[in-house]
Each structure stands twice: as C-alpha cells, then as structure tokens.
C-alpha cells in the first residue's frame, strides 16, 4: 500500500478534495445506500488521512477532528477495489498514530462504528460506550480508545 499522507483542508489540492468525496460518497451513499449530507462542515475543521494509487484515486481515507482533550476518527473507509488485503487494519493503525502525533493533549480517541467492525475496533483497543443504535440507518455503536 501506498504511503499515508495527512494533510489539512486548505493543504488539499482540488484533485484530491474530489477524490475524497468521490470515494466517500461511492461508500457511504451509494454503496450502502444512505440519503444523507455526507460532505459537512467538519471537512473544513479535520485532518484527512488517506492514500492514494498510481492514478490518484483515494484508496483509503479516514478523517481526524480535534474535540479538546478527545480526537474523533470518522470516515473511515477501504475503497472497494482495495479490499482484503489488511488495508482497513493499516488505515485505522495510521489513524490512531497520526491522533497521537497530531493531538498529544488529547486523552482518547472515539469513533461511531458500525456494529459489525466491533471486533474490529476492540482488536485495536477500542471499548464500546453505548448500545448499538441506527444512524442513517446503519447499526452504530460509539467506541473509545484510552490514550492515558
């Protein structure tokens, strides 16, 4: 895989804004088939992680947003044509580094997960905070990391 790149909004090139959303949208839109505002006001406040292939198209994304003494990784997505090779597991291992790195005052980090990565995320060290709830219509869980 492709090195991760962490840039802000304002360190984006267009290509690579368009290619966030592009894919975030193929995912979260189309492919699991949700209505809703997916490009929000918080792109412009976080640090997006991802890489990239030789053509320039996302093939793994997550985004980081500061919230005080917590970072909330969101967005987090493998693009279809990158999937089972370990992506997801490199993806969310650079996302809590890059938390670390970028936010060293921050004491967890927290997620909304889809019910069945919860697993997943515990093989990370993330601890479930609530029942599973629907958001968009999706099963979601709220996750966090203790980084203390």
């Given at each position: 895989?492709a090195a991760f790149?962490?840039?802000s909004?304002?360190q984006?090139?267009?290509?690579?804004?368009?290619?966030?959303?592009r894919v975030r949208?193929?995912?979260f839109?189309?492919?699991q088939?949700?209505a809703?505002?997916e490009v929000?006001?918080l792109d412009?406040?976080?640090?997006?992680l991802?890489t990239?292939d030789?053509a320039g198209?996302i093939?793994a994304?997550?985004?980081?947003?500061?919230e005080?003494q917590?970072?909330r990784?969101?967005?987090?997505?493998?693009a279809?044509?990158?999937?089972?090779?370990?992506?997801g597991?490199?993806?969310v291992?650079?996302?809590?580094a890059?938390?670390?790195?970028?936010y060293?005052?921050?004491?967890?980090i927290?997620?909304q997960?889809q019910?069945?990565l919860?697993?997943f995320?515990?093989?990370?060290?993330?601890?479930?905070?609530?029942?599973?709830?629907?958001d968009?219509?999706?099963p979601h869980?709220?996750m966090?990391?203790?980084?203390?």
């Amino acid at each position: 895989m492709a090195a991760f790149q962490q840039k802000s909004f304002q360190q984006l090139t267009t290509t690579e804004l368009f290619e966030i959303y592009r894919v975030r949208v193929a995912v979260f839109v189309v492919e699991q088939t949700c209505a809703y505002q997916e490009v929000d006001d918080l792109d412009v406040q976080a640090q997006h992680l991802f890489t990239q292939d030789a053509a320039g198209a996302i093939t793994a994304y997550a985004r980081l947003m500061d919230e005080g003494q917590q970072v909330r990784i969101g967005r987090v997505l493998v693009a279809p044509t990158n999937r089972g090779n370990g992506a997801g597991r490199q993806l969310v291992s650079a996302a809590i580094a890059a938390a670390q790195q970028t936010y060293p005052a921050a004491q967890v980090i927290v997620i909304q997960a889809q019910a069945y990565l919860q697993k997943f995320y515990a093989s990370f060290g993330f601890q479930p905070t609530s029942a599973v709830y629907l958001d968009t219509g999706i099963p979601h869980i709220d996750m966090v990391l203790p980084l203390t």
